[in-house]
């Protein structure tokens, strides 16, 4: 078993990874897989009695089959995927687009449940509006996770998809940051639902959240234990010697809390920015990264140095995500920005607070603010870049502005197939309710969009569904020798847990079986 282990540790040891446009094409067969599923469900009445069957093959598949056999040439999957979606493009739409899940808890102001108040009462509704998109890309990011944490032992899966050691980029690099940026994009549905929440007192807050990721170190120590005990192959220079991902992603949340009296007062991404400029200084000019190449793990502290040295960077990433949460959950890109405003400004005893967070969602705007950062973040990556190579394990500042860029542009993508297939527009009437005939309601119309099915049930127990694929592929790698196994009995077995993940999924669909 000692032999195999070193075998298995050399196998995942030394990357040095691939290109960033490799990576992305890859990430881009997500996007066309839901052009696809969107085209069909927007032009033809498809998939009937066999949806799950549908879902699985439409939107599953191709991301496998993407890192496996298409790892070389994703572009040519990605054209087979959208040739049929030129060619749905030539019928007319449905009359009625597939409704939102959400549907009955979106129709809030009005009779015929479609129109919303331009002006609402004191009392507002402090529900945000579904985004479909961000269902879509969560889950999205989620299973192209669990699918690469078992594919990359064998050898189908391209070595340049596997994290690198030191320096490099890598499909599987970017996946530890998309699931920070993604945890970072959530955490500001309770801000931006009670902006007072920023002013609220930092120890009950910590007191609460705290309690929330108890489980979650929990669960990292678990994993520690368990790794030691089996002699399970492990990759030392992830994270070091006892870190693992868990503790990274309990600790991102206490710290964010941390941070709530400057995010309150300075723009969020300016302070995710300046966070990782800090990151990079300390790193560059204050020893940290002599410290994480060439330190000997000489004690309990340099044994993890990776995992605590690459720490703040992450915390970048996570107010990055922050900072596109605040743009693209609220009705548009400016209401995180006004309600910081107001607060900072003192309540109002002459007008009621204006700001419905439920309010219609302005899609075009939220796409232009989208299409300027990724712009930002993708010019800034090319600069850095000249003179300081993408490196996951420092998380240093190219690394951040990878994440960003990288996460910002596919969930532009994610929004703007929605625009496409389907569209709604909205339009000011008077309220016939209103005997002043001064108050005017916002009402929209069009097809509604959702997040595939399979997407939100994976979305709904996303981290239980993580946890069940780590356990699934520790037991697969402990009783097979995965780095020997051939192309085509590797296709079946990633096939079987693929179709194994996604069922689990499905089958709980309709009850989260745990909150974070």
């Known amino acids: ?13 030394g990357m040095t990874g691939s290109t960033v446009f490799h990576v992305n094409m890859i990430s881009g067969v997500a996007l066309s897989s839901i052009a696809l599923h969107s085209a069909l469900r927007s032009r033809v009445q498809a998939f009937g009695s066999a949806y799950f069957l549908a879902e699985f093959v439409i939107l599953a598949m191709p991301l496998l089959l993407s890192m496996t ?9 990605s054209l087979l995927l959208l040739v049929p979606v030129l060619v749905l493009l030539l019928l007319p739409p449905l009359e009625k687009g597939t409704p939102l899940p959400a549907e009955s808890r979106d129709e809030l102001a009005s009779p015929n449940g479609r129109s919303r108040a331009e002006t609402p009462p004191m009392h507002l509704s402090q529900s945000l509006r579904p985004l479909p998109a961000l269902t879509t890309y969560r889950a999205h ?7 690469s944490i078992l594919a990359v032992d064998f050898p189908v899966f391209p070595r340049v998809l596997a994290k690198c050691e030191t320096y490099g980029v890598s499909l599987m690099d970017i996946g530890v940051g998309s699931f920070v940026f993604s945890q970072g994009v959530v955490s500001a549905i309770p801000i931006i639902k009670d902006i007072s929440y920023l002013q609220a007192p930092i120890l009950p807050k910590l007191k609460s959240i705290s309690r929330k990721m108890i489980p979650i170190i929990a669960l990292g120590i678990l994993r520690v234990v368990l790794v030691k005990g089996t002699e399970y192959p492990e990759h030392v220079t992830e994270y070091g010697v006892h870190w693992n991902f868990f503790f990274t992603f309990a600790l991102l949340p206490i710290i964010e809390v941390l941070l709530h009296p400057i995010i309150l007062r300075i723009p969020v991404a300016l302070l995710g920015l300046w966070i990782g400029v800090l990151h990079q200084f300390a790193l560059s000019s204050g ?32 107010i990055l995500g922050l900072s596109l949460g605040t743009i693209i959950l609220p009705p548009s890109p400016s209401f995180f920005r006004k309600q910081q405003q107001q607060l900072l400004d003192g309540p109002s005893s002459h007008r009621p607070s204006k700001l419905d967070p439920s309010a219609p969602r302005q899609n075009a705007k939220v796409i232009i603010e989208l299409m300027s950062y990724s712009v930002v973040w993708w010019m800034l990556l090319a600069f850095v870049r000249l003179g300081l190579e993408v490196s996951r394990r420092m998380a240093n500042i190219s690394y951040v502005l990878w994440v960003a860029a990288y996460n910002t542009s596919f969930i532009l993508g994610y929004i703007f197939l929605d625009m496409i297939f389907f569209p709604t527009r909205t339009s000011k009437i008077r309220d016939p309710t209103d005997p002043s005939g001064k108050r005017l309601l916002i009402e929209e119309k069009g097809s509604k969009s959702s997040a595939p099915a399979l997407l939100e049930a994976i979305n709904k127990n996303a981290f239980i569904v993580f946890l069940l694929s780590n356990v699934v592929t520790g037991l697969i790698n402990l009783n097979i020798q995965t780095m020997f196994v051939g192309n085509v009995k590797a296709m079946c077995l990633l096939c079987a847990y693929s179709m194994g993940m996604c069922v689990f999924a499905w089958l709980f669909r309709s009850k989260r079986l745990w909150k974070l």
């Open 141 to 147: 990011m989620m299973l192209m996770t669990v699918l």
């Open 1 to 13: 078993m000692s032999d195999y282990k070193a075998s298995k540790e050399a196998f995942v040891s």
């Open 287 to 318: 020893g940290m990264k002599d410290v994480l190449l060439n330190a000997s793990r000489s004690n309990i502290i340099f044994a993890n140095k990776e995992g605590l040295l690459s720490l703040l960077g992450y915390v970048s990433i996570h």
């Open 69 to 77: 056999l298409f790892g070389e040439a994703p572009g040519a999957l």
